[in-house]
């Protein structure tokens, strides 16, 4: 089942969508991201904060095509997730009026870390079922990555992800 399961994600990996792809390789991760968040979710979030540590671009020219690749796609699931259901629309937890959206860009010498945080009302488990996310977090970790979420009602969801740099990954196994 393993081993179905591994050649259905390497399909979808393989038909991931072309058209996304040369901006990743024209502009870099970080600039792809930051021009998907300004076109695509542009009326999403009433603020967007960018917080780049010093060198995490440069950092992310280390990340293999397929990294990168996979890591944008996942971020913009989360980013997707946070404009959708951030915001309070029923009203039952005081109506929220304004959405902020933090994208924190770091690194350490062995990953980068893309954190993707909003100060909505937090996820619940009637919003879904996180299969979008999960399926993510699986095509995250065939690339040698994670994704972990987490969820304070009423404050804030914060998805995390990890990728090891090109040079960190071991093929051996």
Wanted: aromatic share 2%; hydrophobic share 40%; no cysteine.
């Amino acid at each position: 089942q393993l081993v179905n399961a591994h050649q259905k994600v390497s399909d979808l990996l393989r038909e991931l969508p072309i058209a996304i792809t040369p901006d990743i390789a024209r502009l870099g991760l970080v600039d792809a991201l930051r021009r998907m968040v300004d076109v695509e979710f542009a009326r999403s979030f009433d603020r967007v904060e960018w917080r780049l540590e010093t060198g995490a671009d440069v950092a992310a020219q280390r990340l293999s095509p397929l990294a990168a690749e996979t890591l944008y796609h996942a971020a913009r699931e989360s980013i997707r997730n946070a404009g959708k259901h951030g915001r309070d629309t029923d009203g039952q937890n005081g109506g929220q009026d304004e959405l902020k959206l933090t994208i924190t860009v770091a690194t350490d010498p062995k990953q980068l870390h893309l954190l993707i945080e909003d100060d909505g009302i937090g996820l619940t488990q009637a919003e879904g079922d996180g299969q979008g996310l999960a399926l993510h977090s699986t095509m995250v970790a065939i690339a040698g990555g994670s994704l972990a979420m987490e969820s304070i009602p009423g404050q804030m969801t914060r998805a995390t992800l990890l990728m090891p740099l090109e040079s960190e990954i071991d093929y051996s196994q």
